[in-house]
């Protein structure tokens, strides 16, 4: 009976720990990290459809006190989930220390419905 | 009988355990890398700035809801202001690919591909080789509503311990009949090396 209680007790505990799978269509939800991702965090995205095609703005700070560099691209998605058109070119991007701005992105076909932002850092 | 079949059983089972799966021949310095990875290697024009111009080009255009009713532009080759030489030509194939594939503008025959085109007209309608009915008929190419035109620019600077390149590339789209810049837009990269 005591180990029973134990058991329940220790699962009861590490539910707590684990990390809760982000909510769809929450923001960390469109945030896939590739491998390192440090010094940075991305704040509020904002998607529409502006001339038929899904644009998005994502708020990213860098929340150290010195330079970051970190890489980035868009992944576009269909109303199925899969993906459309071509993978992107991962690119760079430079945040001051301190520095939030927005990244902007306009979506490479008409099809896109969703995305996903990619991220690492060096 | 079993001692020759046991014999010859053994040899097949080491010869496929010693046979090559693997699909790659060579390859001891050699492999192959993500084509869409950021390239570092020397601060000139390269893979990245190429793919990260077409890109930035081909979305603001196509978003930018100019292009109503899948227009027919006419591309020419960008114009290299830079001191080196850069396949300008591949800016323009990868813009017109992309734009392509959204599917809000046609491309007529740009000046490389004209002659050619002509002269499959002048072969179809003049040797007298074809088929009547099937001969594509002169005087029914369709001509460009809008022309697009660009260039790129670059400022190099250089010290003891830096090189910094800056690169301008600029676009736009013009109306041929009005001769009204459309849309214009630019993409600055600034790439430096340390020594």
């Given at each position: ?45 904002r998607v529409a459809r502006e001339n038929?095609f899904l644009t998005a703005k ?46 902007p992105a306009i979506a490479?076909?008409?099809?896109a419905?969703?995305f ?7 | ?58 979305r603001?255009?196509?978003q ?132």
């Amino acid at each position: 009976m005591r180990h029973f209680i134990l058991g329940a007790l220790a699962l009861i505990f590490l539910a707590g720990c684990a990390t809760p799978p982000p909510e769809p269509g929450s923001a960390a939800s469109k945030v896939v990290v590739m491998g390192k991702f440090k010094g940075i965090a991305v704040g509020a995205i904002r998607v529409a459809r502006e001339n038929g095609f899904l644009t998005a703005k994502v708020q990213l700070s860098n929340i150290t006190s010195s330079n970051q560099m970190m890489y980035y691209r868009f992944a576009w998605l269909g109303a199925d989930g899969f993906p459309v058109g071509d993978e992107e070119t991962w690119k760079v991007l430079n945040l001051y220390a301190n520095q939030a701005t927005f990244l902007p992105a306009i979506a490479n076909l008409p099809q896109a419905a969703d995305f996903r932002l990619e991220v690492k850092t060096p | 009988m079993f001692a020759r079949f046991s014999f010859l059983a053994v040899i097949a089972a080491l010869a496929s355990g010693c046979a090559n799966t693997s699909p790659v021949i060579g390859g001891k310095n050699i492999s192959y890398g993500d084509t869409k990875a950021v390239e570092l290697v020397t601060n000139e024009f390269g893979s990245t700035d190429l793919q990260m111009i077409a890109e930035s080009m081909t979305r603001s255009l196509a978003q930018s809801g100019i292009l109503q009713g899948r227009p027919v532009v006419q591309v020419y080759d960008v114009k290299n202001k830079t001191s080196e030489y850069i396949d300008t030509r591949e800016i323009t194939t990868s813009i017109k690919t992309q734009l392509m594939k959204t599917g809000t503008a046609r491309f007529a025959s740009d000046n490389t591909d004209m002659q050619s085109q002509v002269d499959q007209l002048k072969l179809q309608n003049q040797s007298g080789l074809y088929k009547k009915s099937t001969v594509s008929k002169t005087g029914n190419m369709v001509a460009a509503k809008y022309r697009l035109e660009g260039s790129i620019s670059s400022i190099v600077k250089r010290s003891a311990d830096y090189k910094d390149v800056f690169y301008k590339f600029s676009l736009q789209l013009v109306d041929v009949e009005s001769g009204l810049a459309e849309w214009m837009d630019e993409k600055e990269i600034r790439k430096t090396t340390e020594r």
